[in-house]
């Protein structure tokens, strides 16, 4: 193989990407059999299986058991905002977001004390071990699961207030800047860092993917005067979803 060329998987995986994409094969047909692509092709049964498994890892196809593999209907993106935080709209990004447009999202919460590992002492500025409150969420647009979210909170600075539970209580779901304001702790800065992974398993389940989707992955943590106050670890399936950001410019 020369440099540049690709192998043999790879050239007939893209052809029938391009053929997905302009829809010469639309939603819901049958991909070529293995040994029609065998032939047409003129490869092996194992560059013909490669570039099915490279297909359906992109998430354009779907197996079907007993039937075979078809193309997949591709979602149009919806987007999910990431404002950080509006402390003048008293609301969190994702009730703001859908009150703007005139949808009707919920979530599911649960939220237990835990002692804090390593990794998430590192990103609280605390020692492992300390207490955390940590929460789990999974968010929903009109019914359908769209990003998934597990959020820890040092106890030291919550505990024994009035928000310790941060979806129960008088400010219960009015999200981090609401809640910490209530304890006179003024959240002026947050970082998101954005990467893209291959969904875990248990996402998918969640979340309504397949085995091979990939999510983005963000990593948030909220800061009072160079304290965090809270991190979190949102997911979001990257095939239905892009993350909006809303910057302010000072």
Not at 129 to 152: H, I, K, N
Not at 196 to 207: D, I, T
Request: with cysteine; glycine share 10%; hydrophobic share 40%.
């Amino acid at each position: 193989m020369t440099f540049g060329e690709q192998p043999a998987y790879l050239r007939v995986a893209g052809d029938l990407r391009r053929k997905i994409v302009d829809g010469r094969l639309p939603p819901h047909t049958r991909l070529p059999s293995q040994a029609r692509i065998r032939e047409e092709y003129g490869v092996s049964d194992t560059v013909a299986l490669e570039a099915r498994k490279v297909l359906m890892a992109e998430g354009l196809v779907e197996g079907r058991s007993g039937s075979g593999t078809y193309v997949r209907e591709r979602p149009v993106p919806r987007r999910v905002a990431r404002s950080g935080f509006r402390p003048d709209r008293g609301a969190t990004p994702f009730r703001q977001e859908q009150a703007d447009a005139g949808v009707r999202g919920t979530w599911e919460s649960s939220s237990e004390q835990r002692d804090a590992c390593a990794a998430i002492a590192g990103r609280l500025g605390i020692q492992p071990g300390d207490r955390v409150m940590r929460t789990e969420y999974l968010f929903r647009e009109a019914g359908e699961p769209m990003m998934l979210s597990t959020s820890w909170e040092p106890l030291a600075l919550t505990g024994r207030t009035p928000v310790m539970l941060p979806e129960e209580g008088p400010l219960g779901g009015m999200g981090v800047v609401e809640r910490m304001r209530a304890i006179d702790v003024i959240v002026d800065n947050v970082t998101e860092e954005v990467g893209a992974r291959p969904g875990l398993a248990e996402e998918l389940v969640l979340l309504g993917g397949v085995p091979g989707h990939v999510v983005l992955a963000i990593q948030r943590t909220y800061f009072a005067s160079g304290r965090p106050v809270e991190t979190a670890d949102v997911v979001i399936p990257a095939d239905r979803y892009r993350a909006a950001y809303h910057l302010p410019v000072k």
